[in-house]
């Protein structure tokens, strides 16, 4: 700890990140925050001041309401569900069962595939009457249901998509750190009359809260940032039925060029986010901790 | 306060990984309330012996019996026994008091006998005031003694000790290791426990199981296993430093002849523990049966004695245990005798012992 | 604009030598297209643009395939916003309104005011004209024009006892014939619907308008501020759209634009409404007899205008807007015109197109393709308005809850109505 960086160093290699926080985080959260003060405007009305104006039309936003709702029912059903299947998929691929590797290959395919192309993939998949789903359905005598065009089930749909595309990664964080498990800590409770189960519920699992964590933060992010395929698939409907935050603030900025009220809705993501991240990050400094 | 303990015979096991096989028909017994080790150098077999006397681990062939029963076929937890590891397993997320007392939850033990036994064992190994800790706010000695608590609670008869002292250092090593043996004589039950030190082994045990490449190479006592070696691998294993090893040809012997001795000397390997040789003045008075003359290679200063480093003409490297007040130097040329009844003799081809009449 | 039309010789000539010594600057264009249909369009695009290119060698010319319309607007405005928009680009004929509003393209009869190129804007169908103008300029020129028709599977029609030559004009007879074209299998699922009308989103708009025109209404009005979402006329179709269903002659719910052609394609719908953008498509992969007819009709036929217009940006040099205007008099040239109607099955804009050899020669082998033509006449100018994407937003939200059952007609459109009213009031 004795040896210094030379202060002119030090300088250079804090400013160079420091400008890119700010450039491309800082100030566009600050503007967008001042951005929500005023109207917006176009050559035909000019901008204007108009204070809490738009905080007070998104308190009365119905939109906004369901799509936080969506959001909501989102979040939670898919991170649970990504990391279950993570868990289960982990715990497959580490088994003594053949080819594994083959699993491991198809269980991380669709990671790799980028959203877009996962979007069209289920998209095919899903369509009512042609794609493969309703032909599974038919085989069992079933109707074909009609996953995107009904309210119904919409984001059910959605989660099973981001559920699909994101498990396969975070089974190689599982993956990782079953196989840093300690052999003898599921041999010890074996011996004192522990079952598959039993071991995997004491000792396993309690051993992966560091992992399941970590991947439960980047899943809560995810499921905020990700909405490639909401686009793709569906454009949050029918009726608002699969609109996510996101996915409403992109609508609102890009399509309906509406600057001010997409600031706005920035400035309460900002906010969901901000408010998440330090929750997480009181978890984690209380619980992820063993050695 | 008594666990009786049980016997234990295992019967011509075979194991193999694979084409390799790693335990190539072992046999031995031990009678209730026994301490047995397992002794031998890394990768012997000794510790896929124990995960299978265990149940962790299936044998390929033979039989264990416990308390005279068959365990073939019976899981590891309905083996009524424990098993300490060697870097102690405890389960990191609960505390101390939950460790010790997770196998009697497993088998739904009611609360108050719980409570009774961890309050016993927690007496027993001196752990009152830790219960509430994880294991990470623990010393290693401390661990130790929860990871033995977690065995004791549950009154096993037999319990397996995987090298569990492997991971503390010198001084506490000492100080387990007699409390360990306490705890055998005091509470009755059998151990079985695996080291590769051989000076832990002799220590504690009653009975040593000295294993090499799969195989056991001798079992006895401590005492028999370093009086009689029964081969040159069982005597360069056991003792430190290991006993010298010498070609006949090196060897002068007595003036008496070789009475007693095989004929043909030439096919022996004389085994000497350094502590049994001694040097030979030139002229001075004291005899000894066998000598042999180098030249000092080295002198290691070890507190109670020095140890002399010798080269044979042939190349052959001795070690004498010297505590007299005289001390060679580096470069002298002097003879080291022994007498008749230190003397292990080797054959050459078999590398097991042949026995020397006094 | 007549007056010179009766003697344009020498000002054509002029006019010529004038955009000559103005195109002999060179630019270099970037031009933004969508496609929202399953056609070639891309690959004919391409050829288009390298035969411009190859004719111009002083300009270049970068075609960008942006997405399907929406996409492509929201790409085209945010690279304006950033001050480097595409010189030319196919964006929604309703975009008007937008483009107009965040004063990112130029009236083209501000930058084109030669005889000849009043004559060129003259030359287009007037009622692909009307959504092109705006207080009195023209902003846009049609190019990818199209208009939904009733595309239908005779041999399903043959199967259910129906007359192929026949399809069904009004809404009474789409039901009347849907009902016995829907099929079930021995479950009880069905495995052929009677027919399909998109729903959902911006395309379902666009069907729904047509089914309003054929009520007698019309959803806006030309001046962009005037919306009528909550007329009888849309109750009624909306009304239909659920009898559809309730008679099982369409799979109830939310119906999606994008897999309507594989549908019909699969036969898993007798019959769809769709863009005459996927005649092409359609043709090339139909294994079965089909026929095209107008939509069938409320009072009457009707169906909605539609497609993309041909727009120059603002933040152009003259050089790169005179070049824009001379690639667009290609674009549109008659001979290119039949072209792209041929690869895609859009409408050629012009009627000098529907004239030339090819063009007849195209009708006369396959005549499904002549039924758009025909059909436009009862065609009306897309829902279009200031804040367009918002204001459809709220006509999108209100079809899709009464499709997907979460309110009834009459609700649904006087809520959109409020809201639209509510945005455009700013704006009357």
Redesign the interface.
């Known amino acids: 700890m004795n040896k210094r960086l030379p202060i002119g160093l030090a300088f250079v290699l804090l400013v160079l990140p420091c400008s890119l926080l700010v450039a491309f985080t800082h100030y566009p959260a600050l503007r967008a925050l001042a951005n929500s003060f005023w109207n917006n405007g176009?050559?035909?009305?000019p901008s204007k001041f108009v204070g809490w104006d738009n905080y007070r039309a998104m308190m009365e936003d119905d939109?906004l309401a369901q799509v936080l709702a969506n959001s909501a029912i989102y979040a939670l059903g898919t991170v649970p569900l990504a990391i279950g299947l993570a868990i289960g998929m982990a715990l497959l691929v580490n088994s003594k069962l053949p080819a594994t590797g083959l699993m491991r290959l198809s269980f991380f395919m669709p990671t790799m595939l980028p959203m877009v192309a996962v979007a069209n993939i289920w998209?095919f998949f899903y369509?009512?009457?042609?794609g493969l789903a309703s032909q599974i359905l038919?085989v069992f005598?079933?109707?074909?249901i009609?996953f995107?065009?009904?309210?119904d089930t919409?984001l059910a749909s959605m989660m099973v998509v981001a559920v699909w595309k994101e498990a396969g990664l975070f089974m190689i964080f599982y993956l990782a750190a079953l196989q840093a498990v300690p052999a003898n800590l599921k041999d010890a409770a074996r011996l004192e009359g522990a079952g598959h189960v039993r071991v995997f519920f004491d000792v396993v699992l309690p051993l992966l809260r560091p992992t399941t964590i970590f991947v439960a933060v980047n899943a809560l992010i995810n499921a905020f940032r990700l909405v490639d395929h909401i686009i793709v698939m569906?454009?949050g409907?029918?009726?608002?039925?699969s609109a996510l935050l996101l996915y409403y603030i992109y609508?609102v900025t890009?399509?309906?060029?509406?600057f001010a009220y997409g600031a706005t809705l920035t400035v309460l993501m900002v906010v969901i986010l901000g408010a998440m991240a330090a929750v997480q990050f009181w978890i984690l400094d209380r619980k992820a901790h063993y050695q | 306060m008594t666990q009786a303990g049980v016997s234990l015979e295992v019967r011509g096991i075979r194991k193999s990984w694979g084409p390799v096989e790693v335990l190539k028909d072992v046999s031995f017994g031990i009678e209730p309330g026994g301490f047995l080790t397992l002794l031998g150098p890394s990768g012997c077999g000794k510790s896929t012996l124990l995960r299978l006397i265990s149940g962790l681990d299936e044998a390929g062939a033979g039989q264990i019996l416990i308390g005279g029963r068959d365990v073939s076929g019976v899981s590891a937890a309905d083996r009524n026994l424990g098993m300490v590891f060697q870097n102690y397993a405890l389960f990191p997320h609960m505390t101390v008091a939950e460790n010790i007392a997770y196998g009697l939850r497993i088998r739904r033990v009611s609360k108050a006998a719980k409570q009774k036994a961890l309050a016993r064992v927690a007496e027993l190994m001196a752990l009152g005031d830790l219960l509430d800790r994880k294991p990470a706010q623990l010393s290693g000695g401390q661990q130790q003694r929860v990871a033995l608590a977690r065995v004791l609670v549950s009154e096993r008869p037999l319990v397996l000790m995987d090298e569990p002292l492997s991971n503390l250092d010198a001084k506490l090593r000492v100080e387990i290791r007699s409390e360990i043996r306490a705890l055998n004589k005091k509470l009755g039950i059998t151990v079985v426990y695996v080291t590769h030190d051989q000076s832990e082994a002799l220590s504690m045990s009653d009975s040593v199981v000295l294993m090499n490449a799969g195989r056991v190479v001798q079992h006895g006592t401590p005492m028999e296993l370093y009086r009689t070696p029964a081969t040159v691998f069982a005597a360069s294993f056991i003792g430190t430093p290991p006993t010298n090893l010498l070609d006949a040809a090196d060897v002068r012997p007595p003036g008496d002849g070789a009475a007693g001795l095989p004929a043909d000397l030439a096919g022996c390997i004389f085994g000497v523990r350094p502590e049994a040789l001694h040097l030979v003045v030139p002229g001075a008075a004291g005899r000894a049966d066998f000598t042999a003359s180098g030249r000092v290679a080295a002198v290691e200063y070890e507190g109670s004695v020095f140890l002399i480093h010798v080269e044979t003409p042939s190349g052959a490297r001795l070690v004498l245990s010297h505590s007299g007040a005289e001390v060679p130097q580096e470069g002298d040329t002097i003879t080291l005798g022994w007498d008749r009844p230190a003397t292990h003799l080797f054959s050459k081809e078999t590398g097991t012992a042949i026995p020397v009449s006094a | 604009m007549r007056l010179y039309t009766t003697s344009a010789l020498p000002l054509v000539l002029g006019g010529a030598l004038g955009l000559g010594a103005g195109a002999a600057a060179a630019a270099d264009l970037e031009f933004y297209f969508p496609v929202g249909v399953n056609a070639p369009a891309v690959a004919t695009i391409d050829e288009l643009t390298s035969e411009w290119a190859a004719q111009n060698p002083e300009h270049t010319i970068k075609p960008v395939y942006a997405g399907n319309y929406?996409e492509t607007?929201?790409k085209a405005?945010?690279a304006a916003a950033a001050g480097n928009p595409p010189q030319v680009a196919v964006l929604l004929a309703i975009d008007i309104f937008?483009l107009?509003?965040?004063?990112v393209i130029v009236a083209i009869s501000d930058i084109a005011t030669t005889p000849e190129d009043e004559a060129w804007m003259d030359s287009f169908f007037p009622g692909f004209m009307k959504d092109a103008r705006f207080e009195g300029k023209t902003y846009a020129i049609p190019f990818q024009r199209s208009t939904p028709v009733f595309y239908y599977n005779k041999d399903a029609f043959r199967a259910a006892g129906l007359d192929p030559e026949d399809p069904p004009e009004t809404w009474d007879e789409m039901i009347e014939m849907g009902k016995k074209l829907t099929v079930k299998?021995a479950?009880?699922?069905?495995?052929q619907?009677g027919t399909r009308i998109p729903n959902?989103?911006l395309a379902g708009a666009w069907m729904f308008g047509g089914l309003v025109v054929s009520k007698g209404d019309v959803l806006s009005a030309d001046s962009g501020t005037e919306v009528s979402i909550d007329s009888p006329a849309s109750i009624a179709s909306l009304e239909f759209l659920l009898e559809l269903a309730e008679e099982e002659v369409m799979?109830?719910?939310?119906?999606?634009w994008?897999?309507t052609p594989?549908?019909f394609l699969?036969g898993?719908?007798a019959s769809i409404w769709t863009s005459t953008g996927n005649l092409a498509f359609i043709n090339e992969n139909a294994d079965f007899d089909w026929g095209v007819g107008f939509l069938p009709g409320g009072d009457g036929p009707g169906a909605p205008a539609g497609g993309g217009n041909l727009y120059v940006f603002k933040d152009a040099t003259d050089e790169e807007r005179a070049a824009a205007i001379d690639f667009m008099k290609f674009m549109t040239s008659p001979e290119n015109a039949a072209r792209w109607s041929i690869a895609t099955g859009y409408v050629a804009p012009r009627p000098d197109a529907w004239e030339l050899p090819i063009m007849q020669e195209y009708v006369a082998e396959l005549p499904q393709a002549r039924v758009a033509l025909e059909q436009l006449p009862y065609a009306e100018r897309e829902f279009a308005t200031?804040?367009r994407?918002?204001v459809t937003?709220f006509l999108?939200?209100a079809i899709?809850?009464v499709?997907?059952?979460?309110a009834d007609p009459a609700a649904a459109v006087e809520a959109a109505q409020e809201k639209a009213d509510d945005v455009l009031g700013?704006?009357r």
């Open positions: 176009s050559s035909r009305r939109r998209l369509a009512p009457g042609i038919s005598g079933l109707p074909p009609n995107l065009g009904s309210t919409s569906t454009r409907g029918p009726n608002n039925s609508e890009f399509a309906h060029r509406d | 929406e607007t929201t405005l945010t937008t107009v509003e965040e004063d299998d479950n009880g699922n069905v495995t619907w959902l989103g799979a109830p719910g939310g119906i999606s994008g897999d594989k549908a699969e898993q719908a200031f804040q994407a918002k937003q999108v939200e899709e809850s499709v997907t059952g979460d700013d704006y």
